[in-house]
């Protein structure tokens, strides 16, 4: 791209930041400094504006940037991250979001902890969300790399890392200065600006080829370079039965994994009531709907406009399709129709980004403070001291992810994002099911169904071959890799159920019927709820 393109691209890449540091320095004028204004925004979103941030916190990079990608390179294979991160919302809506809304208070330990012996269940509820959430934002730094990276004309190491370090330093001051209620309104306005994209993106794209799906579909199969096999299963998932069985796993990560995301399920105390949560996931399934219907036509349109290999030249991952796609919907390179076009779906991916870091990085700084370090110190600590701890927190969560982020750059996003939802649904779902509907759950039980969960998890993302043993491999040099599905979730979920059972089979401790009763009580009437 010329300079002139990219000082356009660049001017509306800062024209977001400065809006949303508005917003941040707006909002710490206004708070209180207490507790539950930074964790909780004071409850008092509505319904459609939390709809919006939730749609805003999950529609991430892995969305708009890793799923386009991977449909633009392996068709029909790639949409099971559309379907899957759809469905997931049903898990959510039926079995999660009032009961969590009414039993908790700021983080996932405190549904937990409500009928439990407290400090063994937030420190491993605790550690338990960190690792998810730095894994999530790890995807999410890759993805702010290999965009600014295309941007500047190139693929500069140098311009990638010092993304990463960007967004990271970003991040920390949005939580840092506006907590909850700052992180809140950026990703409303990222969700509207996104969604407005995508929606003007999809309409060129069915433009092209004068409305006909159909159409659409076979320019992307002969462009492919794979024809007819582009729009069938298989193409990535399909060669052998290791393929096979990484498909299954996925799927159930994906599907499962929503559920037990502590960014996601913070978000259901920032409304005042159960219903108010409830009603904040309709509109959100709504919105993220419609979004991943898009995401099949712009991957598909990537495949048929840019070509798959063009695509694959440019990002081996794929991260950079849709920014290749409206270079050319606009005109082409060096057109201004195509540099304003590209540069404003830059600007819209990279404020995706931003929006979502937030919202993680506020909800693991509020693992660390609320259930980390709340255990380890003694219970009359004032509530101002624990929001201080949270804001330290956000700064070392930060580090750590800008750390793993450079680490990983060549990795797609949306693949990252399926190993974060994998750790997620190994230790945080079975937990928080148990706890909310089998009566004889005990503290052993939970304990071990976090750790039950969350070590194997780890274990085989390290001794698979997303670490060492093949050429997309973190360490491609290296091969120490002994489990061959790139994805743990097949046989870590289970593992965290199994745990989860096993521990509380096997305790000295009698479960609390009357603990379980106000919890049960208190989860589907609201009695109680704060």
């Known amino acids: ?30 708070r209180r400094g207490s507790a539950e204004e930074f964790y909780a925004g004071g409850r008092l979103f509505s319904p459609m504006e939390n709809g919006f941030a939730i749609a805003g916190d999950y529609m991430s990079a892995a969305s708009f940037l890793g799923i386009s990608g991977l449909i633009a390179l392996y068709g029909y294979d790639g949409m099971l991250y559309s379907v899957g991160f759809l469905v997931a919302w049903l898990v959510v809506l039926l079995f999660v979001a009032e009961l969590v809304r009414n039993c908790g208070r700021f983080t996932l330990a405190d549904v937990v902890a409500s009928r439990m012996s407290e400090r063994p269940v937030r420190i491993a509820a605790g550690t338990s969300s960190v690792a998810v959430s730095v894994l999530y934002l790890v995807a999410q730094m890759v993805g702010a790399g290999s965009l600014v990276a295309l941007l500047l004309g190139g693929t ?28 809140t309104w950026i990703q409303i306005v990222k969700a509207v600006l996104l969604m407005a994209g995508a929606i003007a993106m999809t309409v060129l794209v069915l433009t092209r080829f004068h409305g006909d799906f159909n159409q659409l579909l076979n320019s992307a199969a002969e ?36 559920a037990g995301l502590p960014h996601i399920l913070s978000r259901f105390y920032t409304v005042p009531t159960a ?8 509109w959100a399934i709504g919105l993220i709907g419609s979004f991943y219907l898009m995401t099949i036509v712009l991957g598909f349109g990537a495949a048929a406009v840019v070509g798959s290999d063009a695509v694959r030249a440019s990002n081996a ?30 600007a819209v991916a990279f404020a995706t980004i931003l929006a979502v870091v937030a919202g993680i990085t506020l909800a693991s700084s509020a693992s660390v403070a609320h259930d980390l370090y709340a255990s380890l110190k003694r219970r009359h600590s004032k509530q101002r001291s624990e929001v201080a701890v949270a804001r330290v927190a956000a700064v070392a969560i930060g580090a750590a992810a800008i750390a793993l982020g450079l680490l990983a750059r060549d990795l ?48 085989l993302v390290v001794f698979s071959p997303v670490v060492t043993g093949s050429p997309e491999a973190l360490f491609p040099g290296v091969d120490f890799h002994v489990f061959p599905l790139q994805n743990p979730g097949l046989v870590s979920i289970p593992l965290g159920f ?18 379980h009763a106000e919890t049960e009580v208190r989860a589907l009437t609201g009695a109680g709820a704060v």
């Open 412 to 459: 797609n996003v949306a693949f990252l994002v399926g190993l974060a939802f994998a750790v997620a649904a190994s230790a945080n779902l079975p937990v928080l099911l148990y706890s909310l509907f089998w009566r004889n759950f005990t503290t052993r039980g939970a304990v071990w169904s976090v750790y039950g969960g969350l070590i194997p998890a780890v274990l």
């Open 275 to 282: 219903r108010a949560a409830r009603r904040s996931v309709v």
């Open 1 to 30: 791209m010329s300079g002139d393109h990219q000082t356009l691209a660049l001017l509306l890449f800062s024209a977001f930041i400065a809006l949303t540091l508005a917003i941040t320095t707006w909002v710490s004028r206004n």
């Open 223 to 258: 462009r492919s370079g794979h024809g007819k096999d582009f729009l069938s299963p298989g193409l990535k998932y399909g060669g052998n039965w290791t393929a096979r069985l990484d498909f299954i796993s996925l799927g159930l990560a994906l599907v499962l994994g929503t």
């Open 156 to 183: 500069s190491e140098a311009a990638r890392s010092w993304t990463v370090i960007g967004v990271g330093a970003l991040m920390v001051i949005y939580v840092s200065l506006g907590g909850m209620r700052a992180t």
């Open 498 to 515: 199994l745990a989860g059972w096993i521990g509380t089979v096997t305790s000295a401790e009698p479960p609390d019927a009357a603990k």
């Open 317 to 346: 991952a794929g991260n950079t399709a849709v920014p290749l796609l409206s270079l050319d919907l606009g005109g082409g390179a060096g057109s201004t129709g195509g540099t304003v076009l590209f540069a404003v779906v830059a």
